[in-house]
C-alpha cells in the first residue's frame, strides 16, 4: 500500500491553509486530518465528516 495525502488548498474555505498532510495509512491520515480540521476549520467530528474526508484521499505524494 503507498502513501496517502490531502491538500488543503484543494478545500478552500475561510481559513486560508497550505497545509498537506501525508501518511502511510489511511487511519493515521485520517485522525490528522480530523484533529487539524476540528482545531483549525471548525468542522466537528462526526462519522458523516470522516466518511467525507476518507473519501478526498490520494494516492501516493503530494505536488511541491
Known amino acids: 500500500m503507498g502513501r496517502k495525502y490531502i491538500d488543503c ?3 478552500p474555505g475561510d481559513v ?3 497545509l498537506t498532510l501525508v501518511a502511510d495509512t489511511e487511519e ?3 485522525e490528522a486530518v ?3 480540521s ?3 476549520h471548525g468542522f466537528r467530528n462526526t462519522p458523516e ?3 467525507q474526508i476518507r473519501k478526498e484521499f490520494k494516492e501516493g505524494m ?3
Open 49 to 51: 465528516f470522516r466518511e
Open 9 to 11: 488548498r484543494e478545500h
Open 34 to 36: 480530523v484533529q487539524h
Open 38 to 40: 476540528v482545531s483549525v
Open 28 to 30: 493515521e491520515l485520517l
Open 16 to 18: 486560508k491553509c497550505s
Open 62 to 64: 503530494p505536488r511541491a
